[in-house]
T-cell receptor, first 112, second 116 residues
Framework: DVKVTQSSRYLVKRTGEKVFLECVQDMDHENMFWYRQDPGLGLRLIYFSYDVKMKEKGDIPEGYSVSREKKERFSLILESASTNQTSMYLC???????????FGPGTRLTVL | AQKITQTQPGMFVQEKEAVTLDCTYDTSDQSYGLFWYKQPSSGEMIFLIYQGSYDEQNATEGRYSLNFQKARKSANLVISASQLGDSAMYFCAMREINTNAGKSTFGDGTTLTVKP
């Protein structure tokens, strides 16, 4: 069974902390994505990657960075967490352009 | 820039009846893909159905069908014979085919409630 996994379902951090959200896929997909989901705002793309060490900014990259050292792993980094980064974070991966995205279960992050 | 519009924040339907969830899109691309996803209260995103911009037939997957009207730039999801388990949030998405990673743009979602 194909799978996208995320390191935590729930996470609570304090303002100013450095936060790592990990995503791993086992489908050998080239493309990986990080979204945040807030009520009434749908899914907004933070960063995406189309190959190892390749990354591009999405629609709301401010306050975030990413790392893709291995094909199966895509990490989202909050360098200094702030309360307005409290949200649901969803990771996804996909193969070629005609395929759907496969999503992880999500990480609900609370920044106090 | 691509844009997806879902004008119905919430919808109600009686069990066993059909329901249509609206989606309109805006793009200057000729090649694109349209997707619908379901998100139950548990939070996971579940792929439902796909329509390619060059597909002449409307896509169907079991009780789901996509009413694709290219000239009107609409891609409505039709769920037939609604079930209580269909209660969820539904997202319409469009994917750029000819760009790096084929990233998607999502609508704001429609919350569907199926009444017994």
């Amino acid at each position: 069974d194909v799978k996208v996994t995320q390191s935590s379902r729930y996470l609570v951090k304090r303002t100013g902390e450095k936060v790592f959200l990990e995503c791993v896929q086992d489908m050998d997909h080239e493309n990986m994505f990080w979204y945040r989901q807030d009520p009434g705002l749908g899914l907004r793309l933070i960063y995406f990657s189309y190959d190892v060490k390749m990354k591009e900014k999405g629609d709301i990259p401010e306050g975030y960075s990413v790392s893709r050292e291995k094909k199966e792993r895509f990490s989202l980094i909050l360098e200094s967490a702030s309360t307005n980064q409290t949200s649901m974070y969803l990771c996804a991966s996909t193969g070629d352009s005609y395929n759907e995205q496969f999503f992880g279960p999500g990480t609900r992050l609370t920044v106090l | 820039a691509q844009k997806i519009t879902q004008t119905q924040p919430g919808m109600f339907v009686q069990e066993k009846e059909a329901v249509t969830l609206d989606c309109t899109y805006d793009t200057s691309d000729q090649s694109y893909g349209l997707f619908w996803y379901k998100q139950p209260s548990s939070g996971e995103m579940i792929f439902l159905i796909y329509q390619g911009s060059y597909d002449e037939q409307n896509a169907t997957e079991g009780r789901y069908s996509l009413n694709f009207q290219k000239a009107r730039k609409s891609a409505n999801l039709v769920i037939s014979a609604s079930q209580l388990g269909d209660s969820a949030m539904y997202f319409c998405a469009m994917r750029e085919i000819n760009t790096n990673a084929g990233k998607s743009t999502f609508g704001d979602g429609t919350t569907l409630t199926v009444k017994p």
